[in-house]
């Protein structure tokens, strides 16, 4: 796109921009290391990761500071309100993605000594690496403005949701297998749900790409499959 | 949905058009001539009544040109060739037979700069009445120019000194002024040419709120440099840009989402 008259105000939209790019190497960091942490149990890697959100939060909060000054000296038109209005959002669903790593990274410090079977973990980890994969596709296409990319992560999310269903199933079975479980797999559970929140927010983001880019909202309904609310395990023995 | 200039559109009978409600300026392929200069290229548009409508553009691109048209302002330069057709309630405007000083009163305007007659605040806003015949006693008189200067905001600030020059108003005051005198003659059209480029931010502020107040009874249409006050106080914006009709369309459209590269360049400063 052509520079504006006033150079000045690329310098604050490019800055906006590079804060974003900054603030989702973090996220994306954090998430990959705490699902490193989980599956290694590595209770120092999981502090690290809790003591990096901090850094997440400061960034969002200069971008929200750096966005409203750009609006009340630019008095931005067009693609650049939508810019502006969609760093202000693409920067509160990243500092929401640190937020569920930081918290992902918590319970991992709190299972840190228990040593139950690897497979227990092993549905987890898969669904971080799509969820990882989701962030960064989602992105690089912020990055790029790339509505087509956005709309595949938007679709994507389906597929979480479903793991996360079968995750739930496959947790509440291990409880019920042995009780001794159930305090590790209730963290793992909530741990699971986290990294479906950051599916959540990916897909968010893809949203707003859409708007940025095209300047509709995206319309359509999101496929989903997260029949968790729905879903229980019977306990053998009852009726 | 954006109405561009489009062929369709302009091949539609003007009567079809004008017949719906809403349109109360009707323009078909409009070009003006200022000697050789083709300043205006095929301008149409239509502009719905009672609310207000914004022409924005940089410098020279046509915009008061336009304007100027819809109530043959141009007809005062000599050199100034105009063709198409402009209607108001599905009347042509350029026809032989209408007496422009009718139109004129008809269709008001208001300039960029205040510029109220020597003469007192009363004799201002009486002025229109009494050459139209519109009134026909001194009471009458005075509750035209009472309900005038109400209308534009201006009655409390100047009840004492209805006697007072004019030109002893501040700025912001004498164009309220150059208001109640183009209403005075219970116009059903307003033109404003950029009313607030020599105000400050208070005076035009009131202004604005006029020109939203205005729009209930009255169909505006305004030039304006600034963009936010286009965003702000219009309903329709239409970009000009070297003399044609770029785009027009609902405001928040225009403002949040054009659909032509120009206008997006043009509002978000990519070029002046």
């Known amino acids: ?239 | 949905m954006t109405t561009m200039p489009n062929i369709e559109l302009a091949k539609a009978t003007v009567a079809e058009v004008a017949d719906e409600a809403a349109t109360k300026v009707v323009a078909r392929e409009v070009n003006v001539y200022y000697a050789d200069k083709h300043a205006l290229h095929d301008v149409s548009i239509d502009i719905p009544e009672k609310a207000v409508t914004a022409f924005i553009g940089p410098s020279g691109c046509g915009k008061s040109t336009f304007l100027r048209c819809i109530n043959r302002m141009n007809d005062t330069i000599s050199i100034c060739r105009v063709s198409g057709r402009i209607e108001i309630d599905g009347s042509d405007i350029y026809d032989r037979n209408l007496d422009p000083v009718q139109l004129r009163a008809k269709v008001g305007m208001v300039f960029q700069k205040p510029n109220p007659f020597p003469k007192s605040i009363y004799e201002n806003v009486a002025y229109g009445p009494r050459i139209h015949g519109l009134t026909s006693s001194k009471a009458d008189l005075d509750e035209v120019v009472t309900m005038s200067l109400k209308r534009a905001g201006l009655y409390e600030e100047v009840k004492d000194r209805l006697a007072s020059p004019g030109t002893g108003l501040s700025g912001g005051q004498q164009q309220r002024l150059c208001i109640a005198r183009a209403i005075a003659v219970n116009p059903e059209v307003i033109l404003m040419d950029e009313p607030c480029s020599a105000l400050d931010p208070i005076a035009t502020a009131k202004i604005e709120e006029l020109i939203d107040e205005l729009r209930e009874n009255y169909t505006i249409v305004i030039v304006t440099h600034s963009m936010q006050q286009a965003a702000r106080v219009s309903q329709r914006t239409a970009f000009f840009h070297l003399g044609k009709l770029v785009e027009e369309g609902p405001t928040e459209q225009i403002f949040t989402a054009p659909q032509d590269k120009r206008t997006q360049d043009y509002i978000t400063g990519r070029f002046g």
């Not at chain 1, 520079?3 to 490019?14: A, Q, R, W």
């Not at chain 1, 930081?102 to 690496?129: F, L, Y």
């Open chain 1, 1 to 239: 796109m052509t520079d504006h008259i006033v150079s000045s105000y690329d310098v604050e939209l490019d800055t906006l921009r590079s804060k974003i790019a900054e603030m989702g190497g973090i996220a994306e960091k954090m998430l990959g290391d705490a699902t490193i942490a989980l599956v290694r149990r590595d209770a120092a890697l999981a502090q690290a990761v809790i003591a990096v959100d901090e850094r997440l939060d400061a960034l969002q909060h200069d971008v929200e500071e750096r966005a409203v000054l750009t609006i009340a000296k630019r008095q931005p038109m067009a693609v650049d309100l939508r810019e502006i209005v969609s760093a202000i959002r693409v920067a509160g669903d990243i500092e929401r993605v640190g937020d569920l790593a930081k918290n992902t990274a918590k319970r991992v410090v709190a299972i840190s000594n228990e040593m139950q079977p690897q497979k227990i973990v092993g549905g987890v980890q898969h669904m971080s690496d799509l969820v990882q994969a989701q962030l960064k596709d989602v992105l690089d296409a912020y990055a790029q403005k790339d509505t087509a990319r956005a709309l595949d992560v938007w679709q994507r999310d389906d597929r979480i949701d479903a793991l996360y269903t079968s995750i739930f199933r496959e947790l509440l079975t291990y409880m019920m297998e042995d009780p001794r479980n159930i305090s590790f797999c209730t963290h793992l559970l909530f741990l699971a749900k986290n990294i479906e929140r950051i599916g959540d927010h990916t897909t968010n983001i893809a949203e707003t790409i859409h708007y940025l880019v095209t300047g509709k909202p995206l319309a359509a309904e999101r496929p989903k499959s997260d029949d968790s609310s729905f879903t229980t395990v019977p306990v053998s023995g009852r009726q």
